[in-house]
């Protein structure tokens, strides 16, 4: 194959670029994404053509070098490449084609449902004006049976269905209106008939190119990620399952355990890690999947085995309960790469784990990490590890208490963990018990209550003006602790770190006295368990909360 590109710009009928999917010519890369587009998106399309608006122009690379497909597109089932025929692939239009080809030809018999998955594909073009507002195609949703004036758009290419629909609306409206209601059918399917899109032929070329152009003209929004373009140019050595639907299955097996979902780019680099590239943030991805194709699937399953090793220590050992609280993404690829190359790992190196979670997360020592600094890192973790070397952190400073509430700063996420592990037993103002983590897997942000809810007072934002807390209905959580108070509960009052002599503040109504007073006191308890660790203390007291989590 020359790695010579030609281009050839045309202009096809719209019926005929469909017909080359119908026979398998024309087909969807793997390395595609899979259908995305919204119900309402598929509707303007067919108003944008039936308005003669311009649909966007479709990029296909023609090449005889065999690529891993997809076997059906928009829902309907493509038969295989043709054996010794001329194959083209999508690069650049997939989202409008699957719409036009899975609407345009649906079979009859096609399975309709109240599920999205089904009745997306059935568009129909109300012949009434009366009946458009805007976009004038139409999905039916309800159970109920489809108005007779709703023309389905998959009989506008098929003359027998389109008559046969033109004899039921003579079967039902008289006949002068069964005549102007076909008419404006026979209009509608001209109008499709008719259409011409842009095709631009790409022919010649590697993969590598094919890949690249797709990567920076791709126009459906979202752009392609590093694992997908390693994906795709490493299909031919990972078999059916490209290496994306490999790491999406680990990432459901971690978030099915209640751990939730570890990033696809951080499972990615551990792939990368185990492979033994220690340049895991390289954005040459055609290099770097030269470098480690071979290596690829056999990384995946220990890639696999390892991270279970890895969420299964931070559960038990750090008490971290979900992977949106880890503070850097960075610290679980880390992990991994030591779980990797240890071999019978001893309680001590264990302690010194927990030691060094604890010390990065609050030091915030992996924010804006670049390509070199993460080398170093997987450098000295391989060689702790090996345990030829130690984790040497002890010049490491704590970041101050952070003013500021954003679970998008490691500095906070830091002080959850650091709160989840200091309260482990909450109660409720009835006594019940509270399981934070699992308010914390559905609701996140939302699980940590306001005390004081004006914004307007001087430390509103602090965490210490959070409480996790359910109260009864009416009854906002100010009163529920000065209730608590005035009942001597200090039992209940302990378990979420509220002192006696902060809720002295609440009841005299100084807001701000009140989140001063507990800032000092949870800030002043963190201090310790910081000291603890080894670690040196901020040198000021509170501090900004910095977005720098990845």
């Given at each position: 194959?020359?790695?010579d590109?030609s281009?050839?710009?045309?202009?096809?009928?719209l019926?005929?670029v469909?017909?080359w999917?119908?026979?398998?010519?024309l087909?969807?890369?793997?390395?595609?994404?899979?259908?995305?587009?919204?119900?309402?998106?598929m509707l303007?399309?067919f108003?944008?053509m039936?308005?003669?608006y311009p649909?966007g122009?479709?990029?296909i690379?023609?090449?005889s070098?065999?690529l891993?497909?997809?076997?059906s597109?928009?829902?309907?089932k493509i038969?295989?490449?043709p054996?010794g025929?001329?194959?083209?692939?999508?690069?650049?239009?997939?989202?409008?084609?699957s719409?036009?080809?899975?609407?345009l030809?649906?079979s009859?018999?096609?399975p309709?449902?109240?599920?999205?998955?089904d009745w997306?594909w059935?568009?129909?073009?109300p012949l009434?004006?009366a009946?458009?507002?805007?976009?004038?195609?139409?999905h039916?949703k309800s159970?109920?049976?489809?108005?007779?004036?709703y023309?389905?758009?998959?009989?506008?290419?098929?003359?027998?269905?389109?008559?046969?629909?033109?004899?039921?609306?003579?079967?039902?409206?008289h006949?002068?209106?069964a005549d102007?209601?076909?008419?404006?059918g026979?209009?509608?399917?001209?109008?499709v008939?008719n259409?011409?899109?842009?095709?631009v032929r790409?022919?010649g070329g590697?993969?590598?190119?094919?890949?690249?152009?797709?990567s920076r003209i791709?126009?459906?929004g979202?752009?392609m990620?590093?694992?997908q373009?390693v994906?795709?140019l490493?299909?031919?050595t990972t078999g059916?399952?490209?290496?994306?639907?490999k790491?999406e299955?680990?990432?459901?097996q971690?978030a099915?355990?209640?751990f939730g979902e570890?990033?696809?780019?951080?499972?990615?680099?551990?792939?990368?890690?185990?492979s033994?590239?220690?340049?895991v943030?390289?954005?040459?991805?055609?290099?770097?999947?030269r470098?480690?194709?071979g290596?690829?699937?056999?990384?995946?399953?220990?890639?696999d085995r390892?991270l279970?090793?890895?969420v299964?220590?931070?559960?038990?050992e750090?008490?971290?309960?979900?992977?949106?609280?880890?503070?850097?993404n960075?610290q679980?690829?880390?992990?991994a790469?030591?779980?990797?190359f240890?071999?019978?790992?001893?309680?001590?190196?264990?302690?010194k784990?927990?030691?060094w979670f604890w010390?990065t997360s609050?030091a915030?020592?992996?924010a804006?990490?670049?390509?070199?600094?993460?080398r170093?890192f997987i450098?000295e973790?391989?060689?702790?590890?090996?345990?030829?070397?130690?984790?040497s952190?002890?010049g490491?400073?704590?970041?101050?208490?952070?003013?500021r509430?954003?679970?998008?700063?490691?500095?906070?996420?830091?002080?959850?963990?650091?709160?989840?592990q200091t309260f482990?037993?909450?109660?409720?103002?009835?006594g019940s018990?509270?399981?934070?983590a699992d308010?914390?897997?559905?609701?996140h942000?939302?699980?940590?209550?306001h005390i004081?809810?004006?914004s307007?007072?001087?430390?509103?934002s602090?965490?210490?003006?959070?409480?996790?807390?359910?109260?009864p209905?009416?009854?906002?959580?100010r009163q529920?602790l000065?209730?608590?108070?005035?009942e001597d509960?200090?039992?209940?009052?302990?378990s979420?770190?509220?002192?006696?002599a902060?809720?002295?503040k609440?009841?005299?109504?100084?807001?701000?006295?009140?989140?001063?007073?507990r800032?000092?006191?949870?800030?002043?308890?963190?201090?310790?368990?910081i000291?603890s660790?080894g670690?040196?203390?901020?040198?000021?007291?509170?501090?900004?909360?910095d977005?720098?989590t990845e």
């Amino acid at each position: 194959m020359g790695k010579d590109i030609s281009v050839v710009p045309e202009v096809q009928f719209l019926e005929q670029v469909l017909e080359w999917i119908a026979r398998g010519e024309l087909r969807v890369p793997k390395f595609q994404r899979p259908f995305l587009w919204r119900p309402e998106q598929m509707l303007q399309l067919f108003d944008s053509m039936e308005r003669g608006y311009p649909v966007g122009s479709l990029l296909i690379w023609e090449t005889s070098m065999p690529l891993a497909s997809l076997d059906s597109i928009g829902g309907r089932k493509i038969p295989p490449v043709p054996e010794g025929g001329k194959v083209a692939y999508v690069l650049d239009g997939h989202q409008r084609l699957s719409t036009l080809f899975g609407v345009l030809h649906r079979s009859a018999d096609a399975p309709w449902s109240v599920k999205q998955e089904d009745w997306m594909w059935w568009v129909y073009r109300p012949l009434d004006r009366a009946d458009h507002d805007g976009v004038r195609y139409r999905h039916w949703k309800s159970g109920g049976n489809v108005p007779d004036n709703y023309l389905p758009m998959r009989s506008v290419l098929r003359t027998l269905d389109f008559l046969e629909y033109a004899r039921q609306l003579s079967d039902t409206y008289h006949r002068d209106e069964a005549d102007r209601l076909t008419n404006e059918g026979e209009r509608i399917a001209q109008r499709v008939k008719n259409y011409k899109v842009s095709v631009v032929r790409m022919q010649g070329g590697t993969l590598q190119q094919a890949v690249e152009v797709f990567s920076r003209i791709n126009s459906s929004g979202q752009k392609m990620r590093p694992d997908q373009m390693v994906s795709a140019l490493t299909y031919g050595t990972t078999g059916p399952e490209t290496l994306s639907d490999k790491m999406e299955e680990i990432q459901e097996q971690i978030a099915a355990s209640g751990f939730g979902e570890i990033p696809i780019m951080t499972i990615f680099q551990i792939v990368l890690a185990l492979s033994g590239e220690e340049d895991v943030q390289n954005t040459s991805w055609e290099v770097m999947a030269r470098k480690v194709q071979g290596q690829l699937m056999g990384a995946v399953e220990k890639t696999d085995r390892t991270l279970h090793e890895v969420v299964e220590f931070l559960k038990t050992e750090v008490q971290v309960p979900l992977a949106r609280l880890v503070p850097y993404n960075i610290q679980i690829m880390l992990l991994a790469v030591f779980f990797h190359f240890s071999g019978q790992v001893t309680e001590e190196q264990r302690s010194k784990l927990r030691n060094w979670f604890w010390i990065t997360s609050l030091a915030g020592t992996f924010a804006g990490a670049n390509t070199t600094q993460v080398r170093k890192f997987i450098e000295e973790m391989k060689a702790f590890a090996a345990g030829s070397s130690e984790l040497s952190y002890s010049g490491e400073r704590a970041r101050a208490f952070p003013e500021r509430f954003d679970l998008r700063s490691a500095r906070v996420r830091s002080y959850l963990l650091w709160d989840l592990q200091t309260f482990p037993e909450r109660k409720n103002p009835d006594g019940s018990s509270i399981d934070v983590a699992d308010q914390l897997a559905k609701a996140h942000r939302e699980t940590y209550r306001h005390i004081i809810t004006q914004s307007r007072v001087q430390g509103a934002s602090s965490p210490a003006n959070r409480i996790v807390m359910a109260t009864p209905p009416g009854m906002s959580i100010r009163q529920a602790l000065i209730k608590l108070a005035e009942e001597d509960r200090t039992d209940i009052l302990d378990s979420h770190g509220v002192s006696i002599a902060s809720v002295e503040k609440l009841k005299t109504d100084d807001y701000a006295d009140f989140i001063a007073v507990r800032q000092h006191e949870v800030a002043a308890r963190e201090k310790q368990f910081i000291e603890s660790l080894g670690v040196l203390p901020s040198e000021q007291e509170f501090g900004e909360a910095d977005i720098d989590t990845e």
